[in-house]
């Protein structure tokens, strides 16, 4: 019997803070049939309000660290604004959205990273349970499941944790159940050579690529995670994964990742 698909797309970078770039997101992931997930990052909101507030952000390797005062701003930016802003244009353009953190309904547990190589990154959370359940549930009860990204410890604590993380821990979670496809959106028209040189796309892009232009480092930064974590979900089970541009959700455009 075969697996009903399910789309779980994720939008971050600076397409959130640009209406016209997000409207066209939002308007290609209405556009998609059937089953799907939205995951929603929200740094750069966060960063901004951070220094209106005298927070400044503390980035190693493109994750963030994330001390008391942090994380209650990012809970704030990410699990309030970002996401309600996310949910009201989504049910504007006819889209039944509830807007979720990894701690509502039990949607992702995680555990709080360990100090490593002298890096303390504070209130930052690495995903191990999926409620598969809850979240079938809810798509089966029609309803779009809008997830911001923060998890939980199951000790009363919430913890940031990376969106292509999230998205590619759910990708990998809900395929046994679901014919998952994974689409990660940004800026960029993919993942690219030379970000100034438009016709430099890599497609399909190899693991073993990766790992070579991160040792030379052409890929960097936030770039890293977001790749780690595609490549993550195509080896756990997803059946496939792209990275596009963020109008490009509902084409076959972007880079398809191999392993």
């Not at 779980?8 to 970078?13: C, F, P, T, V």
């Not at 960063?47 to 507030?53: A, D, F, M, N, R």
């Not at 959370?125 to 199951?154: C, R, W, Y």
């Not at 059946?239 to 191999?258: A, E, M, P, W």
């Amino acid at each position: 019997m075969s697996k009903q698909p399910l789309h779980i797309i994720k939008i971050g970078g600076a397409v959130i803070e640009n209406p016209e770039m997000k409207q066209a997101f939002l308007d290609g992931f209405v556009a998609l049939e059937g089953l799907k997930i939205l995951v929603h990052g929200g740094g750069r909101v966060a960063t901004e309000i951070g220094e209106k507030l005298g927070l400044k952000a503390n980035m190693v390797e493109g994750r963030r660290v994330t001390d008391d005062a942090t994380v209650d701003l990012v809970t704030m930016v990410y699990g309030g604004l970002v996401n309600k802003q996310m949910i009201a244009q989504l049910q504007h353009l006819g889209v039944n959205a509830i807007g979720l953190t990894g701690a509502d309904g039990n949607i992702i547990r995680s555990t709080k990273r360990p100090v490593k190589n002298g890096v303390d990154y504070g209130w930052v959370g690495d995903p191990q349970e999926v409620n598969v359940e809850f979240i079938t549930d809810m798509m089966a009860s029609k309803v779009t499941p809008v997830i911001a990204p923060l998890t939980h410890d199951g000790a009363g604590h919430i913890l940031n944790t990376n969106a292509d993380t999230m998205a590619g821990t759910l990708a990998a979670a809900l395929a046994d159940r679901f014919d998952v496809h994974l689409v990660l959106t940004f800026e960029l028209d993919g993942v690219m050579r030379d970000v100034n040189d438009p016709t430099s796309l890599i497609t399909p892009f190899k693991y073993s690529f990766f790992e070579e232009l991160k040792a030379s480092g052409a890929i960097h930064s936030g770039m890293i995670p977001k790749l780690e974590n595609a490549f993550k979900a195509l080896k756990g089970g997803a059946g496939s994964v792209r990275i596009c541009k963020y109008d490009q959700i509902h084409t076959t455009n972007g880079s398809f990742l191999q392993v």
